[in-house]
């Protein structure tokens, strides 16, 4: 039986568990979409090609199979390579479908051509273009296959309208079979020794292709070790933050004493992660290429192990199988970092103890409290980039597995597309957006398919009238010579309740309990605007403290 391009397009979805796309619709693949009214596939139409793309990478990110998304050629899919970006940084499995000018027109710098395979191959694992038609299962099994195979990450398909026209005849579309690389018996012998060894061992997680049971697993580890266990930036949700093993976030603007611990640490565990600019804090907390700690690195890609870091025991494994055959490993009667362990615990907690004082009528260490003291612990909580989200990083103590969503690429703009994917995904759980002011102007048109689709995220728009960061790294460096980084900003409760959602503005610490008892029963999107005083720009210095530094 013959069937469309299109229609291949989508069984070849439905045979891999595809059940949502995200998309900005487009001329180029008209076929795809017809082919989508068929099928029970459900579709998130966005605003912006940048806001679909970063809707599919937290499906990724939040389920480990591929987030789907569509866009149309040329500016289309350029808008959407800020979503790749993210995904390629983060390592999140995702597939980026294109639709492309028609084949005879190819070469010819055609309406809105771009040759993807030249533009995207450094924010994609591969990029293909599919010309035949009966070749449509092959390519989309390929792909699947390459976005989750050891460092996932994203994939780009280019489509010829004209080729999702054709008519022809292909096999049925099967699953993609996923490819799990296991430690040696050998490997984890070593490792076992290393341990056992060791004077003062620490396990920093971090990277993809965890789940629930692994997430169980490395805590029955640590706990029959008694190991200290930090987690790598923006990657916080992989372990409790109130375990008695927990040693805090290896991120932006780590604990002095924790980075101490990491920098004296006689054998340094990474598990999952690369360790790169951010967790290391600029490469400084390992020299490279030698470390001075004994390394060993588990990475479930073989070229990610020694290109950086020269390890002393390479484990190329997914974390999960890695976590499997720690099942085995017995622990010694004796275990000399008992005490250390207890001290890095403590000095989390007191690392991530609110301040007592905050310029400004809004205290953003009194929100967090309410936050922490009103919120589920299986709340997912996503953001952008800025010096906001510092105030989520640092006091919010993540319980559970699935509960964050944020770019470790530091892109803007990611913090409510991820909302609005991860209230999709979990209708029932309550999702958290927080986002600064430059921050959500980048993707705030998406809170209009928030609306769309009844989403009832709640979006805390931290409103400081600047480019935070920006103007904090330029009162460091150019102290009171402010360039670019003021904003003249809207109401934002207004904008939202113009989209069709719910709006609350925060402009007194004691306001904001109620504003969000009240987002929270509207059962509707809502943005609840905090005014902060530009002064609190970090939780403990002001943006007059920063800039009298350099003067000094």
Known sequence: MKRTGGQLIVEALKANGVERISCVPGESFLAVLDALHDSDIDVLVCRQEGGAAMMADAWGRLTGEPGICMVTRGPGATNASAGLHIARQDSIPMILFIGQVQRDAREREAFQEVEFRRAFTEFAKWVGEIDDAARIPEFVTRAFAVATSGRPG?????????????????????????????????????????????????????????????????????????????????????????????????????????????????????????????????????????????????????????????????????????????????????????????????????????????????????????????????????????????????????????TQAGPASGSMGYGLPAAVAAKQLFPDREVICFAGDGCFMMHGQEFATAVQYDLPLIALVINNSMYGTIRMHQEREYPGRVSATALKNPDFAAFARAYGGHGETVRATEEFGPAFERARASGKPAIIEIVLDPEAITPSRTLTEISQTKSR
């Open 154 to 402: 994203p994939v780009v398909l280019t489509l010829p309208e004209d080729m999702l026209r054709d008519e022809v005849e292909a096999p049925s579309a099967k699953r993609y079979m996923p490819v799990e690389s296991h430690p040696g018996k050998r490997q984890m012998e070593d490792f076992r020794e290393r341990l056992i060894a060791a004077e003062r061992p620490m396990v920093v997680l971090g990277g993809t292709r965890w789940d629930e049971e692994a997430i169980a697993g490395i805590r029955s580890f640590s706990e029959r070790f008694n190991l200290p266990v930090g987690c790598s930036f923006r990657r916080q949700m992989l372990f409790d933050h109130l375990h008695p093993n927990y040693a805090g976030d290896v991120g932006i603007g780590i604990n002095p004493a924790l980075a101490k611990e990491v920098k004296e640490a006689d054998l340094l565990i990474l598990l999952g992660g690369r360790f790169s600019e951010m967790p290391s804090s600029s490469y400084t907390l390992m020299d490279i290429p030698y470390p001075q700690q004994q390394l060993v690195h588990v990475h479930p890609d073989a070229s990610e192990l020694g290109r950086v870091y020269r390890p002393d025991l390479a484990i190329c494994a997914s974390p999960a199988d890695f976590v499997a055959a720690l099942a085995d490993l017995e622990a010694p009667v004796e275990l000399p970092w008992s005490t250390r362990t207890e001290r890095m615990h403590g000095a989390y907690l007191a690392w991530s103890k609110t301040p007592e004082k905050s310029p400004g009528a809004v205290h953003m260490g009194r929100v967090m409290d309410w936050i922490e003291a009103n919120t589920a612990p299986d709340t997912i909580f996503t953001n952008g980039a800025g010096n906001y989200a510092t105030w989520l990083h640092r006091f919010h103590r993540f319980r559970r597995f699935n």
